[in-house]
């Protein structure tokens, strides 16, 4: 039986783990966490810090395959695992999505559009990039941003003086982009066959995903096909394998890469019941070796994070019976108002209808 190591225990890893399970495969996780969701579901568990060596070897020679789903492993401890165990993703994509000004190098030298960006390191470069790209732009830190987190909008020289304190690190200056709505591309490559899932509308809240809504309705025709089809020449382009989200601004039949992610994304949980086959398991097969399925969409599909404001919410759901209503809760201890507790996925549910029947039961 074959052990997929997955570094990382959040949950991610949990659905990783119960997917690779239903495969026939057995699963490791390495967290620091004694708790981290994952190893609820996992064969082995090795609590230890990511730059643990010792730790990080052990977990390598317990596994036929290795993977993270925790973004910030750094190269120095990486790098040399690879050479040396089954790690097939490699560090490369981790490396390229780890500095947003390399990440949207990479993207547009392999056939993305990105928005106009700066790399700024003071003031000064500060105040000429947004000459050059005008009003509003967005400042980012280059590493380490994530759900909105050392970002800020920008709308007028006024606002320069209060986004100085993220220049204490260096920062990238992009244009802002006026989208219709933002989307996800979610990709597993082993090496010769890309797979796509279906690509839906992601709205976002307090710079946090809030909800999916699959299929995207209102796409321009044929973007769907196009955005596929970038997708599939970058992850060739890049020499990725495995699984690779890509989140996308889309307005009218134009779209541009924001930042991407080596790992299952939240914008793919959805998959887990409104489609043929998840982001999990297909990971999982790549691991193992076997081959991809191409996904379908099963249904239409709704799928609504559950922050620590909406837990309460969400366990009166899954106290009741829905049809097509599927209530996955994390088991982390502490909530907290914006920390990621669990999803919803509605199956047969659109906009309207999410709209109408179930939005108000959230905060
Ligand atoms: P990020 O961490 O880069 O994904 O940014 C978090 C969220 O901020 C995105 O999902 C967008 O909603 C918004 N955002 C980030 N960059 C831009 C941009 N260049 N133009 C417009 N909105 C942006």
């Given at each position: 039986m074959k052990t997929i190591g997955i570094i990382g225990g959040g949950q991610l890893g949990l659905m990783l783990a119960q997917e690779a399970r239903r495969l026939g495969l057995r699963t490791v996780a390495l967290d620091p966490a004694a708790d981290a969701p994952a190893f609820a579901a996992c064969d082995g568990r090795i609590v230890a810090a990511y730059d643990d060596a010792a730790a990080l070897e052990e977990l390598c020679r317990q596994s036929d395959a290795v993977t993270y789903e925790f973004e910030n492993v750094p190269g120095e401890v990486l790098v040399p695992l690879v050479e040396k165990y089954n790690i097939p993703q490699g560090f490369r994509p981790l490396y390229d999505s780890q500095d947003r000004l390399r990440e949207k190098e990479n993207a547009r030298a392999c056939g993305f559009a990105t928005p106009d960006y700066a790399a700024v390191d003071d003031e000064r470069s500060l105040r000429e990039a947004a000459a050059r790209l005008g009003y509003p732009c967005v400042l980012k830190t280059r590493?380490?941003?994530?759900?909105?987190?050392?970002q800020a909008v920008l709308r007028s020289d006024s606002d320069l003086a209060k986004a100085?304190?993220?220049?204490a690190v260096p920062c990238i200056l992009e244009a802002f982009v006026d989208f219709d709505f933002e989307a996800s591309l979610v990709m597993v490559c082993d090496g010769v066959r890309t797979i796509t899932f279906p690509i839906g509308r992601n709205v976002h809240r307090d710079g946090i995903l809030d909800l999916c809504f699959v299929p995207a309705e209102g796409l321009a025709p044929g973007l769907e096909e196009r955005m596929r089809q970038t997708g599939e020449r970058f992850m060739q382009a890049c020499g990725y394998t495995g699984i690779l989200a890509v989140e996308l601004f889309v307005k009218g039949d134009r779209f541009w890469f924001n930042e991407m992610a080596p790992r299952p994304h939240n914008s793919g949980h959805w998959t887990l019941e409104g489609c043929t086959t998840n982001q999990y398991r297909e990971l999982a097969r790549f691991l193992a070796g076997m081959p991809l399925e191409e996904p379908r969409l099963a249904a239409p599909t709704v799928m609504k994070n559950i922050l620590g404001r909406d837990l309460d919410a969400a366990r009166r759901l899954a106290a009741q019976t829905h049809e097509g209503v599927y209530v996955h809760l994390y088991g982390k201890r502490e909530s907290r108002p914006l920390r990621k507790m669990g999803h919803v996925t509605f199956v047969g549910c659109d906009a309207a209808e999410y709209a109408a029947r179930w939005a108000e039961r959230f905060a």
């Open positions: 590493t380490l941003g994530y759900d909105g987190h050392g100085l304190p993220l220049l």
